[in-house]
Each structure stands twice: as C-alpha cells, then as structure tokens.
C-alpha cells in the first residue's frame, strides 16, 4: 500500500501534537522551526536554540505586525545570511527545501516602501536595469523627471509595461508582440513596477 507523501507542514503539524505540555523544546532550522507554528499558546511549550528564536512561529498577519519588535517579520536572518554566501544554485536548492521563495531583505523593504506611500518604476535597457522612487499617485511626468528634468520637461508620453508582464515576456520587444505594451501620457498614473522608457523631445 503506497503511503501519500506529507508535506513539510504537515510532518510539522504532526511533531507539534507529540509534544508534551510543558516541555522544553530546542530546536533547529528547516522543519524544526516550522513547528512553532502549529503548537497551541495553552500547551506551555519552551522554545530554545543555538541559533536564537526570533525567527520562529508563525508570520504576522498583514496589519498586526509589532514594529517594536527587533525581528517583527519572523525572518530567519542568521540562515539567510549563510544562504547568501552559498553559490548560487546550492542557495536554491536550500531555500526550496526550506521553504523560502525569497529572502526577507526584500519582503521588509517592500513593507517600508508600502508603508511610507512609496513605490518604485524601472528603467530596462541592454546591459543596465535601474530602480527609480516615486511616491503613490505620481504621474508619468514626475517619473520622467527622477530619470532627468530634461526628459519631464520635454515629455511627449512615456511607453509602459506592467512588472508581471514585463518579467513573463522578457523585454520590451516581446511586450509589443504579446499586446502588453501600451503608450501613455502624462497625466498616467504610475503604477508600482513599472517598466517604462520615456519619450521626450528634448
């Protein structure tokens, strides 16, 4: 009889309801730390590690986040700094076996920049990709004038792709081809990830 494989958060939730009340538990990265998560409050359980516990339990719920809290995010900051000094295909292959779809630098500069009302367009061009900031709600215009003053003051429209679209077809080529670059003018709101190329007369 063949046994259906469980996942990492099921052996997990499974490990969790061995634990007996009271007990003090040390635990590891990977699946270990996973556990956190599925034991009650009520259980009285003790978490201890070499590696410290701030990343353990589960994530904060959009909203509820304690920005007092030195680790607030539940970020595993010690491991991710270890997979970072790993080459690059040994990272991936760790970081899908841990679970992690992206290291939580980004995830926390994304909260700080959504946060202050901020986002941010891009510049793609052969050999260079530039990130620009704006604040939410600007337009075409006041992007083209982070790039140069030049550009905003001779803006004739700015040609635009939408980050998902951009990354699916690859460039800007590609993007005419699928449909999903598209020309606006300056009173176009910038949408958080845009890649766009500025035409100007000046």
Same mark, same amino acid.
Request: charged fraction near 30%; include cysteine.
């Given at each position: 009889?063949?046994?259906?494989?469980?996942?990492?958060?099921?052996? #997990?939730?499974?490990?969790?309801?061995?634990? %007996?009340?009271?007990?003090? !538990?040390?635990?590891?990265?990977?699946? %270990?730390?996973?556990?956190? /998560?599925? !034991? %009650?409050?009520?259980?009285?359980?003790? =978490? @201890? $590690?070499?590696?410290?516990?701030?990343g353990?339990?589960?994530?904060?719920r %959009?909203?509820?986040?304690? =920005?007092?809290?030195? *680790?607030?995010?539940?970020?595993?900051?010690?491991?991710?700094?270890?997979?970072e000094?790993?080459? $690059? #295909? *040994?990272?991936?292959?760790?970081?899908?076996?841990?679970?992690?779809?992206? =290291?939580?630098?980004?995830?926390?500069?994304?909260?700080?920049?959504?946060?202050?009302?901020?986002?941010?367009?891009?510049?793609?061009?052969?050999?260079?990709?530039?990130?620009?900031?704006?604040?939410?709600?600007?337009? #075409?215009?006041?992007?083209?004038a982070?790039? @140069? +003053?030049?550009? /905003?003051?001779?803006? !004739?429209?700015?040609?635009?792709?939408?980050?998902?679209d951009?990354?699916?077809?690859?460039?800007?080529?590609?993007?005419?081809? @699928?449909?999903?670059?598209?020309?606006?003018s300056?009173?176009?709101k !910038?949408? *958080?990830?845009?890649?766009?190329h500025?035409? $100007?007369? +000046?």
């Amino acid at each position: 009889m063949l046994e259906r494989k469980l996942s990492r958060e099921q052996i #997990a939730e499974r490990a969790a309801q061995e634990l %007996p009340e009271g007990a003090y !538990v040390n635990l590891g990265w990977g699946i %270990p730390n996973l556990i956190a /998560a599925y !034991v %009650p409050d009520s259980a009285g359980v003790i =978490f @201890h $590690s070499e590696n410290g516990i701030l990343g353990m339990g589960p994530r904060a719920r %959009p909203g509820e986040e304690d =920005f007092d809290l030195v *680790d607030a995010m539940k970020a595993p900051v010690k491991l991710e700094m270890e997979l970072e000094d790993l080459p $690059s #295909a *040994d990272r991936q292959v760790f970081m899908r076996d841990l679970g992690l779809t992206e =290291f939580s630098r980004s995830q926390a500069l994304r909260t700080i920049y959504d946060a202050m009302g901020r986002m941010v367009f891009f510049t793609v061009g052969e050999d260079e990709c530039r990130a620009w900031g704006l604040s939410k709600g600007d337009d #075409a215009v006041t992007g083209a004038a982070q790039i @140069h +003053t030049d550009l /905003a003051r001779g803006f !004739v429209r700015a040609e635009v792709v939408g980050y998902e679209d951009f990354r699916r077809v690859g460039s800007m080529k590609e993007a005419k081809t @699928h449909g999903v670059y598209r020309l606006e003018s300056k009173t176009y709101k !910038v949408q *958080d990830g845009d890649i766009m190329h500025i035409l $100007s007369s +000046t």
